[in-house]
């Protein structure tokens, strides 16, 4: 993972918290990477006390994939 950024598993199967990252600013391509590598271990990211506007929120989720 990425300097900064810990990961705490949630389950042994599913699932990670993930702490040291201040999601209202833009990703860079580094950190952009490490999340879909742990989004793809784990199948579900959790980030605790963020604050986002609607427009960063949707911004985070277009880096995913097509918001619906």
Same mark, same amino acid.
């Given at each position: 993972?990425?300097?900064? %950024?810990? !990961?705490?598993?949630? *389950?042994?199967? +599913? $699932?990670?918290?993930? #702490? $040291? %990252?201040?999601?209202?600013r833009p990703l860079d391509q $580094?950190?952009?990477?490490?999340?879909? #590598?742990? !989004?793809?271990?784990? +199948?579900?990211?959790?980030? #605790?006390?963020?604050?986002? *506007?609607?427009?960063?929120?949707?911004?985070l989720g277009r880096r995913f $994939?097509? !918001?619906?």
């Open positions: 993972m990425l300097q900064g %950024i810990e !990961l705490k598993k949630v *389950t042994p199967h +599913c $699932g990670a918290e993930v #702490r $040291g %990252i201040d999601l209202s $580094g950190a952009a990477a490490a999340l879909e #590598r742990a !989004l793809a271990e784990n +199948c579900v990211l959790f980030f #605790r006390d963020q604050e986002m *506007t609607p427009e960063q929120h949707k911004a $994939g097509e !918001l619906h």
